[in-house]
């Protein structure tokens, strides 16, 4: 299996501009995740789904952020207007299985993004 | 809310020692898996082992091996024979077992290990 694939891997972009990150799970997997790893918060949630549904965007900071996973095979996270502090590196994760077991994550290579 | 908490910001090592990073975490719940996270320059998040909460036995991985005190709250992971590839930032994960679908993982802030030659 590729593992859990995410494009692009950079992307710089100008405050104000929309940003559109993409994923795509490894295929058989249920649960899909998104997180932010920045120095100052550490790495921290911002949403994830299963079954293609949203379970908790209680991470998700504010409106300008968007999450969707239109299919098991493919999931967006979406910025707009971007701006400087949305500066950070974006992981997608994904598992197999139900609770009661480890339903380890397998992660992504992580977009870094830079709003200037 | 669970937190987890890594004191120890940086650690260093001399190759062919052993090394052991702190780890504790806070939660109300007696059902939990916990997990190391190895992440290289590279920024590939990489899992290096894991527990169950109801096991009293310690996990292990080949070198890596943990110290888990479940009435102490605490999650030590213990690198023995360092190598050079082990340098990294190490992360302690939290994931509730308790609600259905409560998937999600709280990290710790992470511990950056440095092996010197």
């Known amino acids: 299996d590729a593992g859990v694939i995410q494009s692009p891997r950079h992307e710089v972009t100008e405050m104000g501009q929309e940003v559109t990150l993409r994923c795509k799970p490894i295929?058989?997997?249920?649960?899909l995740f998104w997180y932010r790893q920045t120095m100052m918060r550490g790495l921290e949630l911002l949403i994830y789904f299963n079954n293609n549904v949203p379970i908790d965007d209680s991470g998700m900071p504010e409106d300008r952020f968007s999450a969707k996973m239109p299919n098991a095979s493919f999931s967006t996270l979406k910025i707009q207007p971007s701006e400087p502090r949305d500066s950070a590196v974006y992981f997608c994760?994904?598992?197999?299985?139900?609770?009661?077991?480890?339903?380890?994550?397998?992660f992504g290579p992580g977009t870094r993004l830079t709003v200037t | 809310a669970q937190t987890v908490t890594q004191s120890q910001p940086e650690m260093s090592v001399q190759e062919a020692e052993t090394v052991t990073l702190s780890c504790t975490y806070d939660t109300s719940e007696s059902d939990y898996y916990l997990f190391w996270y190895k992440q290289p320059p590279s920024r590939q998040m990489i899992l290096v082992i894991r527990q169950e909460a109801y096991k009293q036995q310690n996990a292990t991985e080949n070198r890596f091996s943990v110290n888990f005190q479940k009435a102490a709250k605490s999650f030590s992971l213990k690198i023995s024979d360092s190598q050079l590839g082990d340098a990294a930032m190490y992360f302690c994960a939290y994931r509730s077992d308790i609600i259905q679908g409560a998937q999600k993982l709280v990290f710790g802030q992470g511990t950056r290990l440095t092996i010197n030659p």
């Open positions: 295929s058989g997997h249920d649960y």
């Open positions: 994760a994904s598992s197999f299985g139900p609770s009661g077991r480890f339903n380890e994550q397998y």
